[in-house]
């Protein structure tokens, strides 16, 4: 009997890359294009392996090569309705195009987050494959053929817009700067300008410090924040050496090439003492809030055969508070240990303030774990096993969850902390020009089996996206506060609010057909409406009968773009044929036509070479 390779589950089905690109396609049209979306993009960044580690436990569902794929709209040659043309481009990377050059590499050229997360990767496997990576970057710069590898980021994780650039972005590196609706990739963005814009060089002195260490120095959350108002970029820097985390305010420049007075670039935030995983934070128009979960990186443990990433569940997590222009001045609050890796919103109430002027409390909407469960099953690894008293004895669950912190108070207390709902919620959504503020609804993803703490690792996919009034649930909480921590003011399952539909029900959830799965979604305002959830939700979306019996996509499978009433959370009013499928990825946004004309000049691109 023949024997069958395990397959590793994100390098199958509709978790497998493609290989084509396309270059405006047109889209099949199924019902109204609405008006508002004319001249606008939707683009989802996410990863696309060039070289494919099919082997549980050695690849990650978070590396890969970054791809994004868009839909944008215009108008048809008569004008007389929105027409959708669909484009998917390989962020080009300093890594990428060194792939491209060695076609003989068998494994990618990053180490993979697995190596970290992998109890069976000994000392001697970790330093060989450190060894690959770094000869292969060392030879880089003497290889008259091949781009020098100065960052190791694959630029795979997220997109997001700030003064005039559209920038691609992973914690591994600085973000990268790409050109919308063509998704092709103009270089490196240091903080203050980037490579392939007139006079734009990323080599000057921006992110990180001169040295052999700034590779690592420069590197960039995933998730930085940009204030609707002031139109300032917020940002922090987690690294493997000290001071280990630092903070970055980038202002609008007008597209001047000077530095602006007001620019933070690089500043220490105190109070860490050792290299964490931070992957987002959140920010308040006065206030900035950085995360430090129990979830270390111990190089000590390749010594004892455990992982490097080493999460400690009798341990504490712990929100870093300071106002937005002053780290200095950071307060630290403490609850139990959690994992939270996408926060939803931060904002600060309103009715009092201080004499300085700043808001005496600060509220955060995040999705909060209780295990880290999710980094080992979408490496095909069983998480670990805790003692007693650890979190990682639980059931594992990812919940809306409600933060307010006393900042009046000498003793830094959370005067409030319970989930908002006990339905699964990941992948949040806040419309872009509500962030920061007290926004009544936000959006995120859910699923009708298990939960994210788990699903994803079991193949179970995202198939309900939700809609939450999050100022009825607060307020429901605070009148009747549940139990800290452990308590929920809506304790229905997915099941019950889907299949017991009730008017101004506060959690509203969209379920696909059958064999049906999307991914993150955006939402898109109607022009002129004051109604919040007046608008529509766009997410691709994949039909799973396209895969055979081994699970594998048929060559002709197509994803699908659904634009989503966000109002009844039930009607589809346009299906978008696309010419490919669009394999599961992580986040994207929306990008209006007047961001896409109001973009920088570009002077020359990346171009990725075919051989």
């Known amino acids: 009997m023949a024997i069958v390779p395990i397959q590793h589950e994100y390098m199958s089905g509709n978790f497998a890359p493609v290989s084509d690109t396309h270059s405006f396609e047109p889209c099949y049209c199924i019902?109204?294009?609405?008006?508002?979306?004319?001249?606008?993009?939707y683009v989802r960044n996410g990863g696309n392996p060039v070289i494919t580690v099919?082997?549980?436990?050695?690849?990650?569902?978070?590396?890969g090569d970054g791809m994004l794929s868009g839909v944008y709209f215009r108008s048809s040659l008569d004008g007389a309705h929105l027409v959708a043309e669909y484009s998917n481009q390989y962020t080009v990377t300093d890594v990428l195009l060194a792939t491209m050059d060695r076609p003989t590499l068998e494994e990618p050229i990053p180490l993979s987050i697995a190596t970290l997360l992998n109890p069976n990767t000994t000392l001697g496997q970790f330093l060989k494959r450190l060894w690959r990576m770094s000869q292969t970057i060392v030879t880089s710069y003497w290889q008259s053929h091949t781009r020098a590898i100065k960052r190791i980021s694959v630029a795979n994780t997220n997109i997001i817009y700030h003064d005039g650039r559209a920038l691609a972005l992973c914690e591994s590196g600085p973000p990268l700067r790409v050109s919308l609706p063509s998704?092709?990739?103009?270089?490196?963005f240091n903080g203050l300008t980037a490579e392939g814009e007139p006079m734009g060089n990323s080599d000057i002195m921006g992110f990180g410090h001169s040295g052999l260490f700034r590779l690592f120095q420069e590197m960039t959350t995933a998730h930085p924040c940009v204030d609707p108002h002031t139109h300032e970029m917020i940002l922090f820097h987690s690294v493997f050496m000290p001071p280990y985390v630092s903070y970055s305010v980038l202002p609008k420049r007008n597209k001047m090439l000077c530095r602006p007075a007001n620019m933070f670039l690089n500043v220490p935030v105190p109070g860490l003492s050792s290299p964490k995983v931070m992957h987002d934070f959140g920010v308040s128009r006065k206030y900035t809030v950085m995360i430090d979960l129990p979830?270390?990186?111990?190089?000590?443990?390749?010594?004892?055969?455990?992982?490097?990433?080493?999460?400690?569940?009798?341990?504490?997590?712990?929100?870093?508070?300071?106002?937005?222009?002053?780290?200095?001045?950071?307060?630290?609050?403490?609850?139990?240990?959690?994992?939270?890796?996408?926060?939803?919103?931060?904002?600060?109430t309103e009715p009092s303030s201080d004499e300085?002027?700043?808001?005496?409390?600060?509220?955060?909407?995040?999705?909060?774990?209780?295990?880290?469960?999710?980094?080992?099953?979408?490496?095909?690894?069983?998480?670990?096993?805790?003692?007693?008293?650890?979190?990682?004895?639980?059931?594992?669950?990812?919940?809306?969850?409600?933060?307010?912190?006393?900042?009046?108070?000498?003793?830094?207390?959370i005067s409030h902390q319970w989930a908002l709902s006990a339905?699964?919620?990941?992948?949040?959504?806040?419309?872009?020009?509500?962030?920061?503020?007290?926004?009544?609804?936000?959006?995120?993803?859910?699923?009708?089996k298990g939960c994210f703490g788990t699903a994803l690792g079991q193949g179970v996919k995202i198939n309900c996206l939700v809609k939450v009034d999050t100022s009825s649930l607060i307020q429901q909480g605070l009148k009747a506060p549940p139990d800290p921590i452990v308590g929920c003011v809506d304790c229905r399952s997915v099941h019950d609010i889907v299949y017991h539909?009730?008017?101004n029900d506060p959690i509203s959830i969209f379920q696909l057909p059958v064999g049906w799965y999307a991914q993150e979604c955006s939402f898109v305002p109607r022009q002129g409406s004051v109604d919040e959830d007046d608008g529509w939700l766009l997410s691709f979306v994949f039909d799973e009968s396209q895969l055979d019996s081994a699970g594998v996509a048929v060559s002709d499978a197509r994803s699908e773009l659904w634009i989503i009433?966000?109002?009844?959370?039930?009607?589809?009013?346009?299906?978008?044929?696309?010419?490919?499928?669009?394999p599961y990825g992580m986040h994207g946004n929306w990008f209006s036509r007047e961001e896409i004309e109001d973009q920088r000049a570009v002077e020359s691109y990346r171009r990725l070479l075919r051989k």
């Open 501 to 503: 539909r009730k008017p």
């Open 54 to 63: 099919d082997i549980p436990g050695k690849a990650h569902w978070y590396d």
């Open 356 to 413: 300085n002027g700043l808001q005496p409390y600060v509220n955060m909407l995040v999705c909060r774990m209780n295990t880290p469960a999710i980094l080992y099953t979408t490496a095909d690894l069983d998480p670990p096993v805790g003692s007693d008293n650890s979190a990682q004895d639980e059931t594992p669950q990812c919940r809306l969850y409600y933060y307010q912190f006393d900042l009046t108070h000498p003793w830094n207390l």
């Open 565 to 582: 009433d966000a109002r009844s959370m039930q009607t589809v009013i346009a299906r978008l044929v696309l010419p490919q499928r669009v």
């Open 183 to 188: 998704l092709e990739t103009v270089g490196w």
């Open 423 to 448: 339905i699964p919620f990941e992948f949040p959504h806040v419309p872009k020009h509500r962030a920061m503020s007290a926004t009544r609804y936000v959006y995120g993803c859910s699923t009708t």
């Open 295 to 348: 979830l270390t990186i111990e190089w000590s443990n390749l010594w004892y055969t455990k992982p490097v990433i080493n999460f400690d569940g009798g341990s504490r997590t712990a929100f870093g508070i300071f106002p937005r222009y002053n780290p200095d001045e950071i307060r630290w609050f403490h609850t139990d240990a959690c994992c939270i890796f996408h926060t939803v919103n931060t904002w600060d």
């Open 31 to 41: 019902g109204r294009i609405p008006r508002e979306l004319s001249g606008g993009q």
